[in-house]
């Protein structure tokens, strides 16, 4: 957990007052629509199909159950009653009326909450690993790098009008749970063969019409000079970028224009200028921050302990929500345990104000009060002793979110398609409803194993298609709505842009496609334990093609 | 439009001058980049102040050798939301010591003045007179700052981990590589 200050919470009240003035001259008609534009995006909001909707940053996935708590007041106050976590750690409210906005931000701002570049041309809400500092596989806490950025890219005077969005991500795990090679810049902290901690720079990852994985332009990345570092890629990004076509204004054209080696030169030539100034950072100033993230203090606990292994032979249910749900802490005695948010037929990522407040209530009795969201659309307990997990399943059964699906097929990252989207050109959310009642059967999507399904309903990409295992993308042609699918596509540590398997699909077959496609791994794969992603790294994309269009 | 300075609406003693029209012999002028670059001799030799008007999409390394004789440069914002030239400032200000006038031109609204004045800049045309009134007001709507900038503002992170206060802007200085 962050502790703020002072300056946290008076930043957060005079923009909440700038916001105020803002709304009230758009109000009077002294803002035009297009001058509250780019104001009202740079807090958050949206105007979608139905209403104007609320972004709130989730920064690098830690929330307080006090700030859950406000979430579900402000779903209650101000919207229907629920929230929608989305892929980059933020929760959306899509109901909420312009002139109620301010109040809503203020009541936010109180448990240190808000929507500050959680949209726009600016730098956007830095995400990492939701099992940062818990994960056994790394090295040290991402969070600490998160929150400097944070810090330091908020109001930055220079980069608050990009050409486009830029989103940073940060790793410091061997496994990615991150997503950092879709990002406009990607951190990934590992130890170098001196022996030194630093960063591994990539440029240039997006996904969207013209999908590119980022690109490595500095192998190692001394601490000291992250700041100054990417002040310099941003600087470039700044002044080079394209304007002229927003398709072609994000950072991954530039780079892939001048090409990455290019790119990497002049970010080099640039930062040698600006690294030895002002930027270049104090350890004092790491410590600083590093020493307002609390952890818990947590108990000297073995591991397996005999209340949960008598639990797992006498309940079925939940030893298979543990084999599922619950991952290894790096603390003995301790669990990490995924809430999934994906229960069979509902919207991916939606959850009602009374779930939040039992899960706020959840983790203040069992988890160190404290929750995390991950961009697979899942919340997190943190710091679960083993020996409660039996009382947190039932708990967490009771309010719907132990759902034993956590990385199954019908864990669907899903964007709001165009049940919400003024962009969408399909639905997206009752293509994952239908798809989850397909392999409700949780045996069958056992089965299966491990297996992403990503959904978009438009070219933007906000559902990930191009990185899941298994991509469906909406179009639209001639007034309808369809579906092209990709296979083999991974946000991982070896992420991989999907495969397409041919031409796209009604509305009405993509569940059978899909259906085909995991029948298929299923006759295809070597052994019951050859993932889908691998299996179709085997043998390609073409076996899938045949069984899928053999009949259509 | 109206012009600001330190904080108030002040005339403007500068003439801005066309392409192709005549420089009048006397007073301050504002004149295009190529014309300021094709007679930089013959500016240099000039009582008066002169100023250039330098577009977006062109390096101010240009502009280095000049910047001893220029008493301003305009940037523009041709839209409030094509940020360029706060880097071109800053790289004006804090890499290559420019002193003179930085003037922002162009759809300069209430909402960029503290990101204007932080980059640099220290005079500016305003697109809306009710904007140029709410001058003072939008410059300290925050007292929280974040970024060390050649506007020498003391950080939050120098505060809060109690480093000495620098009264002298932050200057980072080209290094031989």
Same mark, same amino acid.
């Given at each position: 957990?962050?502790?703020?200050?002072?300056?946290?919470?008076?930043?957060?009240?005079? &923009?909440?007052?700038?916001?105020?003035?803002?709304?009230?001259?758009?109000?009077?008609?002294?803002?035009?629509?297009?001058?509250?534009?780019?104001?009202?995006?740079?807090?958050?909001?949206?105007?979608?199909?139905?209403?104007?909707?609320?972004?709130?940053? +989730?920064?690098?996935?830690?929330?307080?159950?006090?700030?859950? &708590?406000?979430?579900?007041? /402000?779903?209650?106050?101000?919207?229907?009653?629920?929230?929608?976590?989305?892929?980059?750690?933020?929760?959306?409210?899509?109901? +909420?009326?312009?002139?109620?906005? #301010?109040?809503?931000?203020?009541?936010?701002? *109180?448990?240190?909450?808000?929507?500050?570049?959680?949209?726009?041309?600016?730098?956007?809400?830095?995400?990492?690993?939701?099992?940062?500092?818990?994960?056994? !596989?790394?090295?040290? *806490?991402?969070?600490?790098? =998160?929150?400097?950025?944070?810090?330091?890219?908020?109001?930055?005077?220079?980069?608050?009008?990009?050409?486009?969005?830029?989103?940073?991500?940060?790793?410091?795990?061997?496994?990615?749970?991150?997503?950092?090679? +879709?990002?406009?810049?990607?951190?990934?902290?590992?130890?170098?063969?001196?022996?030194? /901690?630093?960063?591994?720079?990539?440029?240039?990852?997006?996904?969207?019409?013209?999908?590119?994985?980022?690109?490595?332009?500095?192998?190692?990345?001394?601490?000291?000079?992250?700041?100054?570092?990417?002040?310099?890629?941003?600087?470039?990004?700044?002044?080079?970028?394209?304007?002229?076509?927003?398709?072609?204004?994000?950072?991954?054209?530039?780079?892939?224009?001048?090409?990455?080696?290019?790119?990497?030169?002049?970010?080099?030539?640039?930062?040698?200028?600006?690294?030895?100034?002002?930027?270049?950072?104090?350890?004092?100033?790491?410590?600083?921050?590093?020493?307002?993230?609390?952890?818990?203090?947590?108990?000297?606990? =073995?591991?397996? #302990?005999?209340?949960?292994?008598?639990?797992?032979?006498?309940?079925?249910?939940?030893?298979?929500?543990?084999?599922?749900? %619950?991952?290894?802490?790096?603390?003995?005695?301790?669990?990490?345990?995924?809430?999934?948010?994906?229960?069979?037929?509902? $919207?991916?990522? !939606?959850?009602?104000?009374?779930?939040?407040?039992?899960?706020?209530?959840?983790?203040?009795?069992?988890?160190?009060?404290?929750?995390?969201?991950?961009?697979?659309?899942?919340?997190?307990?943190?710091?679960? $002793?083993?020996?409660?997990?039996?009382? /947190?399943?039932?708990?967490? *059964?009771?309010?719907?979110?132990?759902? #034993?699906?956590?990385?199954?097929?019908?864990?669907?990252?899903?964007?709001?398609?165009?049940?919400?989207?003024?962009?969408?050109?399909?639905?997206?959310? $009752?293509?994952?409803?239908?798809?989850?009642?397909?392999?409700?059967?949780?045996?069958?999507?056992?089965?299966?194993?491990?297996?992403?399904?990503?959904?978009?309903?438009? +070219?933007?990409?906000?559902?990930?298609?191009? %990185?899941?295992?298994?991509?469906?993308?909406?179009?639209?042609?001639?007034?309808?709505?369809?579906?092209?699918?990709?296979?083999?596509?991974? =946000?991982?540590?070896?992420?991989?842009?999907?495969?397409?398997?041919?031409?796209?699909?009604?509305?009405?077959?993509?569940?059978? /496609? %899909?259906?085909?496609?995991?029948?298929?791994?299923?006759?295809?794969?070597?052994?019951?334990?050859?993932?889908?992603?691998?299996? %179709?790294?085997?043998?390609?994309?073409?076996?899938?093609?045949?069984?899928?269009? =053999?009949?259509? | 439009?109206?012009?600001?300075?330190?904080?108030?609406?002040?005339?403007?003693?500068?003439?801005?001058?066309?392409?192709?029209?005549?420089?009048?012999?006397?007073?301050?002028?504002?004149?295009?980049?190529?014309?300021?670059?094709?007679?930089?001799?013959?500016?240099?030799?000039?009582?008066?102040?002169?100023?250039?008007?330098?577009?977006?999409?062109?390096?101010?390394?240009?502009?280095?050798?000049?910047?001893?004789?220029?008493?301003?440069?305009?940037?523009?914002?041709?839209?409030?939301?094509?940020?360029?030239?706060?880097?071109?400032?800053?790289?004006?200000?804090?890499?290559?010591?420019?002193?003179?006038?930085?003037?922002?031109?162009?759809?300069?609204?209430?909402?960029?003045?503290?990101?204007?004045?932080?980059?640099?800049?220290?005079?500016?045309?305003?697109?809306?007179?009710?904007?140029?009134?709410?001058?003072?007001?939008?410059?300290?709507?925050?007292?929280?700052?974040?970024?060390?900038?050649?506007?020498?503002?003391?950080?939050?992170?120098?505060?809060?981990?109690?480093?000495?206060?620098?009264?002298?802007?932050?200057?980072?200085?080209?290094?031989?590589?």
């Amino acid at each position: 957990m962050y502790l703020y200050d002072d300056f946290d919470r008076t930043l957060l009240a005079e &923009r909440v007052a700038e916001f105020r003035g803002q709304v009230a001259r758009r109000l009077t008609g002294e803002l035009n629509e297009d001058e509250f534009k780019s104001l009202r995006l740079m807090n958050g909001v949206y105007l979608q199909l139905h209403a104007y909707m609320l972004r709130i940053a +989730i920064p690098y996935g830690t929330l307080a159950s006090d700030q859950m &708590r406000k979430l579900a007041h /402000v779903a209650r106050r101000y919207d229907r009653g629920y929230g929608h976590f989305t892929t980059r750690q933020n929760i959306q409210f899509n109901w +909420i009326k312009l002139a109620e906005l #301010p109040d809503a931000m203020a009541d936010l701002a *109180d448990s240190r909450l808000h929507g500050m570049q959680t949209s726009g041309n600016c730098v956007r809400n830095i995400t990492t690993d939701q099992w940062a500092a818990v994960a056994p !596989d790394e090295i040290e *806490d991402p969070r600490v790098w =998160a929150e400097l950025l944070r810090q330091h890219l908020t109001l930055h005077p220079e980069f608050s009008f990009l050409p486009r969005k830029f989103k940073i991500a940060v790793s410091a795990a061997s496994h990615d749970r991150a997503a950092i090679a +879709i990002h406009d810049l990607s951190l990934r902290l590992y130890r170098n063969g001196a022996g030194e /901690v630093g960063f591994e720079v990539g440029v240039g990852g997006g996904l969207g019409r013209t999908p590119f994985l980022a690109k490595i332009i500095k192998p190692f990345l001394a601490k000291r000079d992250l700041l100054s570092y990417v002040e310099a890629v941003l600087r470039l990004y700044n002044q080079y970028g394209r304007r002229d076509n927003i398709y072609k204004a994000r950072i991954k054209i530039l780079v892939h224009e001048l090409g990455a080696e290019r790119f990497g030169r002049e970010v080099e030539a640039e930062w040698r200028s600006i690294k030895d100034g002002a930027l270049a950072l104090d350890p004092a100033v790491i410590a600083e921050i590093a020493a307002r993230f609390r952890y818990p203090d947590y108990e000297r606990l =073995a591991d397996s #302990p005999p209340a949960l292994v008598a639990a797992r032979k006498a309940d079925a249910r939940f030893a298979t929500w543990v084999h599922n749900a %619950v991952a290894n802490h790096k603390v003995p005695g301790y669990a990490i345990v995924t809430l999934s948010l994906k229960p069979v037929g509902k $919207p991916p990522g !939606d959850c009602t104000a009374d779930q939040m407040d039992a899960i706020a209530d959840i983790t203040d009795r069992y988890s160190f009060g404290e929750i995390r969201v991950g961009h697979e659309q899942n919340l997190v307990l943190p710091h679960v $002793p083993q020996r409660d997990l039996p009382e /947190v399943f039932r708990a967490l *059964d009771a309010i719907g979110v132990a759902t #034993p699906n956590v990385g199954l097929v019908s864990d669907i990252i899903a964007c709001p398609g165009l049940d919400y989207c003024s962009l969408a050109n399909a639905r997206a959310i $009752p293509v994952a409803q239908e798809i989850s009642q397909r392999f409700r059967d949780l045996d069958v999507a056992r089965g299966l194993g491990r297996l992403h399904v990503n959904i978009s309903g438009c +070219i933007n990409a906000c559902g990930h298609h191009h %990185v899941g295992h298994i991509g469906i993308l909406g179009v639209e042609k001639n007034g309808e709505e369809f579906y092209q699918i990709t296979i083999g596509g991974r =946000a991982d540590e070896k992420a991989q842009l999907g495969a397409l398997i041919g031409p796209a699909v009604p509305y009405d077959d993509v569940a059978d /496609v %899909v259906e085909d496609i995991a029948q298929a791994y299923l006759e295809l794969r070597q052994q019951s334990d050859e993932l889908f992603i691998d299996t %179709v790294k085997r043998v390609g994309v073409e076996p899938f093609k045949e069984r899928v269009y =053999a009949t259509r | 439009m109206p012009l600001v300075r330190s904080g108030k609406v002040v005339e403007d003693r500068f003439v801005r001058v066309a392409d192709g029209e005549p420089v009048p012999e006397q007073g301050p002028v504002i004149v295009s980049a190529d014309r300021f670059l094709a007679d930089a001799d013959e500016f240099a030799q000039r009582q008066d102040a002169v100023g250039v008007i330098w577009p977006n999409n062109r390096s101010v390394a240009e502009l280095e050798p000049h910047l001893t004789r220029l008493a301003l440069i305009a940037l523009v914002f041709p839209a409030y939301k094509d940020g360029r030239a706060y880097s071109q400032a800053r790289v004006l200000r804090e890499r290559y010591g420019f002193r003179g006038e930085l003037r922002a031109t162009g759809q300069v609204l209430r909402d960029q003045f503290l990101f204007l004045i932080r980059a640099g800049f220290d005079a500016f045309e305003v697109a809306k007179p009710a904007d140029a009134a709410a001058f003072e007001e939008a410059a300290r709507r925050y007292s929280v700052f974040f970024q060390p900038t050649g506007d020498g503002r003391m950080t939050v992170a120098r505060v809060r981990t109690g480093r000495a206060s620098r009264t002298a802007p932050v200057r980072s200085e080209r290094v031989s590589a």
